[in-house]
């Protein structure tokens, strides 16, 4: 039954690569009004199905919050297009007259398209609006646990495209999910390029491919609290977005790091705003449940609200209690919390000063987010600075939450709901992936200057041997000859 399973998933992949190719060649010689037109549809579609796909996404999977779930599928929709809209994806697409040069958009073919299970449908509408935008078709392949919500919100983006015009099958998304049917997907001949996002296993997985993929490393993001700050509203802010659909977005907060002067302050506004620090014994108890033995996220616990948690955990808070605070002191694999988790549980810790503050950061980024991001409270522009110089992350937000910060609704970073961790991650980019990284660029290039006139001139004489030289190479083979019939 497993086998059949399989072999018709691999099929399946097989039909949609292939039909999505054969739209792809219609739709590669759309134009921009075209485009533009079936990517608005797409993004209106998207909008008026946030809240049905929010619900589903979260009765299906079971993690996070529907509501939240909604904001997230509304931004990887309106947000998303709104950032991509006026981008020019057709034709020539800049010129330089000084240089003599124009740069021609040209798609790239099928875009294999890996979903998570955290946040399913807003990638889906977010990668169906980028790839469409840049005229390639595109396959989904869902996460086991997300693959009916996955599925509707493909639906939804392709059923908009063909009533704007778009080729039938140029989106389309696997039902049939297996590994071997992802595989499949991915290695297809007519695959031209992988999203992942999700977990490392993923991400690895479409790197070994042998086709180009862009890919996302996970996020351990830490928070400091400069002595600078503005306290209340680092407080509410933190606490809020670690609370954030529990947790599912790469880019929450993972672990507060406190400037000493202000760290009593802050734990007292976070207690306000509904934040519980464990005991010892508690935190010890997370620490056996956050994780499976081999450091795996334990899915049990993966997007879902602190007392749940805390249940799980074997102690209980109260009701309405937002996230869970673990004081820490260790990073690294002397302390697991200190790592990325999924879910309503923030690490903490105090240091004095921001060179302290820069170095237990940076400890945690090494410890699993490298490449990704960072968040620092402050009004001291000379601190703020020195943390965007010196973080090895590519995302370095300044007094905005994580989750919504590093994805583009409350930063000028590009909207995305794929995240580059750049080459110290393990990935091709550090951007937030949008639809010019879809596009190859020609070039029409007119010369420039006259080439040096060196560049006509006859080659040198060939140098004939000299007599001497002739003669050698005589008496050597005479030699050879002469060797050889004595053998």
């Excluded at 697409?93 to 040209?106: G, K």
């Excluded at 464990?278 to 996220?297: C, H, M, N, W, Y």
Aim: hydrophobic residues 40%.
């Amino acid at each position: 039954m497993g086998l059949d399973k399989d072999l018709a998933s691999v099929q399946e992949s097989r039909d949609l690569v292939t039909a999505a190719h054969e739209a792809w060649k219609t739709w590669s010689r759309a134009s921009q009004d075209e485009v533009d037109r079936v990517c608005a549809a797409m993004s209106s579609a998207g909008v008026q199905a946030s809240e049905r796909l929010g619900r589903l996404a979260q009765e299906e999977t079971g993690y996070g919050v529907a509501a939240h779930k909604k904001i997230k599928n509304e931004f990887g929709s309106r947000v998303v297009w709104e950032s991509i809209r006026d981008l020019k994806t057709v034709g020539v697409i800049r010129h330089d007259p000084d240089r003599r040069l124009y740069e021609i958009a040209w798609p790239m073919g099928v875009v294999a398209a890996l979903i998570p299970s955290t946040n399913p449908t807003s990638t889906t509408f977010f990668k169906a609006l980028i790839a469409i935008k840049a005229r390639n078709g595109i396959v989904f392949s869902p996460h086991p646990a997300a693959k009916r919500c996955t599925y509707e919100a493909a639906h939804t983006m392709a059923l908009a495209a063909e009533n704007a015009g778009a080729p039938k099958g140029l989106i389309g998304c696997l039902q049939q999910v297996s590994l071997p049917g992802t595989q499949e997907l991915m290695t297809h001949r007519q695959t031209a390029i992988i999203l992942a996002t999700g977990g490392t296993p993923m991400v690895r997985a479409a790197h070994s491919t042998g086709k180009p993929a862009y890919g996302v490393g996970p996020g351990n993001v830490p928070v400091y609290v400069d002595r600078s700050a503005d306290v209340e509203k680092a407080a509410r802010y933190i606490v809020a977005s670690k609370a954030f659909d529990y947790s599912t977005i790469c880019a929450t907060e993972q672990s507060v790091i406190a400037d000493l002067p202000i760290a009593s302050k802050l734990a007292e506004l976070m207690r306000a705003e509904g934040a519980y620090f464990t005991d010892p014994k508690e935190t010890d108890a997370l620490r056996k449940v956050i994780f499976q033995a081999d450091g795996s996220p334990n899915t049990t616990v993966v997007g879902k609200s602190a007392p749940f948690v805390a249940e799980v955990a074997g102690f209980r808070v109260p009701p309405d209690t937002r996230i869970l605070v673990t004081a820490l002191s260790k990073t690294g694999r002397d302390e697991p919390l200190s790592h990325e988790k999924m879910t309503t549980v923030l690490g903490w810790y105090e240091v004095d000063g921001w060179e302290q503050g820069c170095e237990r950061s940076i400890a945690i980024i090494q410890a699993g987010g490298i490449g990704h991001t960072q968040i620092i409270y402050a009004t001291d522009e000379r601190v703020i600075m020195a943390f965007g110089l010196e973080k090895p992350v590519f995302r370095i937000l300044v007094n905005t939450m994580g989750t919504l910060g590093a994805i583009g609704l409350t930063a000028g970073v590009m909207p995305s709901l794929t995240l580059g961790s750049g080459g110290v991650g393990g990935a091709i980019t550090g951007d937030n992936v949008s639809a010019y990284h879809l596009i190859n660029i020609k070039r029409l290039a007119y010369e420039t200057m006259a080439p040096p006139l060196e560049a006509f001139l006859p080659g040198e004489k060939p140098i004939s041997p000299t007599a001497e030289e002739m003669e050698r190479v005589v008496q050597q083979v005479v030699s050879e000859i002469l060797e050889f019939k004595r053998n």
